[in-house]
């Protein structure tokens, strides 16, 4: 695995060639996510697609900070309860229920006005 940069040597890059540091951030990751076990690849490759989505839509580097911050800040949060609480996890569960096309679609017929002949 590559070592990073010091921060001059991140900082200098930022300056001359942005695309060179997104290529770099995007190799690490990748070399991050290889060498982690095989049961957690799943996991890291969604979380970077989540950190690359947020990147990119980002006004500026400064909006991309603040949200990468918050979602960070969450997922403590959520690692926090894991380990103090866990059963308020569980807790939150979705109710999952029947959808039946058929039904749904004569209950907008029944209800909608009738169309003159």
Known sequence: MKTLPSFDELAALAESDPRALEELRLTMS?????????????????????INRMIDHGKNPLHVNVMLFQALTR???????????????????????????????????ANAPERPS
């Open 30 to 50: 990748e070399d991050v996510i290889a060498n982690a076990s095989y049961a957690t690849q799943p996991q890291l490759h969604a979380m970077l697609s989540h």
């Open 75 to 109: 997922q403590y949060s959520r690692f926090a309860t894991a380990f103090t609480a866990p059963e308020e996890l569980r807790s939150h569960q979705a109710d999952i229920m029947d959808f039946r096309v058929g039904q749904a679609a004569r209950k907008a017929t």
